[in-house]
């Protein structure tokens, strides 16, 4: 299938999206979320993927959510639309998925990079949240997802100036994963995608939710459901397989179940 604003591309088992609407510097309007919720869901669908990279062009992953779009809306209109809504679908993926971030990732294309499991930025990445400037503010889940990563100080600096951060204050603040040459993002992103491939998928699946779950609950519950899906992973062939391969000093192979 071809979309308008997405190049999809499969390589064995990890599903390659590249945000494609160069000229508005790939701004998210309501066609590329429907694709990309299309995409996402084939990809869940799929047994054959297991791990997912998003990335955008060297200038821009994302420059936000598209201006010209909302512009002439007003309040009923957002409202009664659930605007912006469609994206609590994106972050209900159950497989990983890792934003590959070269040039900006500003307002919305921040926020879209921060509802993956993970972001591998390249040097030149540029990471804002300058919804202020237009006079209004985040509205993809930018305020609470960037304070949780990076802490009140600098999410409330960032949200009241609308100061872009590097790559390299990105990654002091713990916001992306690790820093990549330019060049090599999308091939290190694809190798990182391809060693989470090459995992029990279950597992995967459950490492990350048991993650995410770090955000939603407090310490005490989060913990009860980690052990609790770190449980439920012994009712799977692969915890057989797994460990079974390590005594047998083999690699394991992971049937999915
Ligand atoms: N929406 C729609 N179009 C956008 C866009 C956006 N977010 N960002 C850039 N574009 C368009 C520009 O209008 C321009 O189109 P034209 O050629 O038709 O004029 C084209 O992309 C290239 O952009 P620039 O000429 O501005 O490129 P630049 O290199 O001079 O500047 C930039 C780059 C600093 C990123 C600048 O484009 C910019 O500031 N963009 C807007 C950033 C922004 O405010 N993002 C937040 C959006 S609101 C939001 O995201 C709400 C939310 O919480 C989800």
């Known amino acids: 299938m071809s979309y ?6 499969r390589r064995d088992a990890v599903t390659l999206v590249t ?14 979320l429907t694709e990309l919720l299309d995409v996402m869901a084939a990809f869940d669908r799929d047994p054959e993927q ?3 990279v998003i990335t955008g062009s060297a200038k821009a992953f994302a420059a936000g959510a598209d201006i010209k779009e909302m512009q002439a809306q007003g309040f009923a209109d957002m409202y009664a639309d659930d605007f ?21 990732a500003l307002g919305g294309g921040c926020e879209l990079a921060m509802m993956c499991d993970f972001i591998l ?18 509205g993809m889940g930018g305020s609470q997802r960037l304070t949780r990563a990076v802490g009140k100080a600098k999410a409330m600096e960032m949200v009241l100036t609308g100061r872009m951060i590097d790559a390299a204050e ?4 713990g916001l992306v994963s690790r820093i990549v040459p330019a060049d090599d993002l999308v091939d290190e992103a694809m190798k990182t995608a391809a060693t989470i491939a090459g995992m ?6 459950a490492n990350k939710e048991m993650v995410n779950a770090a955000f939603e609950s407090g310490l005490a519950q989060g913990v009860q459901f980690e052990r609790r899906l770190f449980h439920a992973l012994f009712g799977t062939q692969d915890q057989k397989e797994g460990m079974s391969a390590f005594v047998d ?9």
């Open 4 to 9: 308008e604003t997405l190049l999809v591309e």
């Open 19 to 32: 945000l494609n609407r160069p000229e508005a510097l790939n701004a998210l309007n309501s066609r590329l």
């Open 50 to 52: 297991r791990c997912a």
């Open 84 to 104: 912006f809504g469609g994206w609590d679908r994106f972050t209900r993926t159950r497989k990983p998925v890792i934003a590959a971030v070269a040039g900006y």
């Open 121 to 138: 930025a390249a040097d030149t990445a540029k990471f804002g949240q300058p919804e202020i400037k237009l006079g209004v503010s985040p």
């Open 170 to 173: 990105a990654e002091r603040a």
């Open 200 to 205: 029990a998928p279950l597992a995967a699946q």
């Open 249 to 257: 000093k083999r690699p394991g192979k992971w049937s999915g179940r």
